[in-house]
T-cell receptor, first 115, second 111 residues
């Protein structure tokens, strides 16, 4: 079974530029998450989707970050314009969803460096 | 609101020694608890999870954890450390698909 796919693995941009990350979850997983992991810290939830609807985006900096999950499958996370403090690994995760809490399956992450 | 604390951002043990990584949580409802491991430049992988039932949970690679409700703890242990166990370990609490991660503990294994 294929895992969670993310691209690109690495991206270097200058501040005020834009960047987009893509995630394809495990087939059949209804719930998709984007986490931000700053060096030396635990993952912090940015946004959670259930199918193509947003469940929680309370910690998403909406002035610069946006995310969508069209058709309830793959998802993109965009940052525009980027700031130095956005340098982090952006992790995508998916789960079956539904009433019971199951485990999260993570992709390898997209490492962003903002210069 | 749920939260997780992990005592010790960095733990060093000798190869063959006991591994003990501490996790305490707060949750207004009975939580589900998880331990994840992260190797360099990789995503997080599930080690073990507690949902209901037996409070001593066994996971992969010889790790286990015990849920202690009275202490609000879910400490991770392994009887004998291997060099390959060197990684970052994250405790997480969840309810209704909402996951909160701790800050992580970096485990170093010394030869």
């Amino acid at each position: 079974e294929a895992g969670v796919a993310q691209s690109p693995r690495y991206k270097i941009i200058e501040k005020r530029q834009s960047v987009a990350f893509w995630c394809n979850p495990i087939s059949g997983h209804a719930t998709l998450y984007w986490y931000q992991q700053i060096l030396g810290q635990g993952p912090k939830l940015l946004i959670q989707f259930q199918n193509n609807g947003v469940v929680d985006d309370s910690q998403l900096p909406k002035d610069r970050f946006s995310a969508e999950r069209l058709k309830g499958v793959d998802s993109t996370l965009k940052i525009q314009p980027a700031k130095l403090e956005d340098s982090a690994v952006y992790l995508c995760a998916s789960s079956f969803g539904g009433r019971r809490t199951g485990e999260l399956f993570f992709g390898e992450g997209s490492r962003l460096t903002v210069l | 609101a749920q939260s997780v604390t992990q005592l010790g951002s960095h733990v060093s043990v000798s190869e063959g020694a006991l591994v003990l990584l501490r996790c305490n949580y707060s949750s207004s409802v009975p939580p589900y608890l998880f331990w994840y491991v992260q190797y360099p430049n990789q995503g997080l992988q599930l080690l073990l999870k507690y949902t209901t039932g037996a409070t001593l949970v066994k996971g992969i690679n010889g790790f286990e954890a015990e849920f202690k409700k009275s202490e609000t703890s879910f400490h991770l242990t392994k009887p004998s450390a291997h060099m390959s166990d060197a990684a970052e370990y994250f405790c997480a609490v969840s309810r209704s698909q909402n996951f909160v991660f701790g800050p992580g503990t970096r485990l170093s294994v010394l030869p």
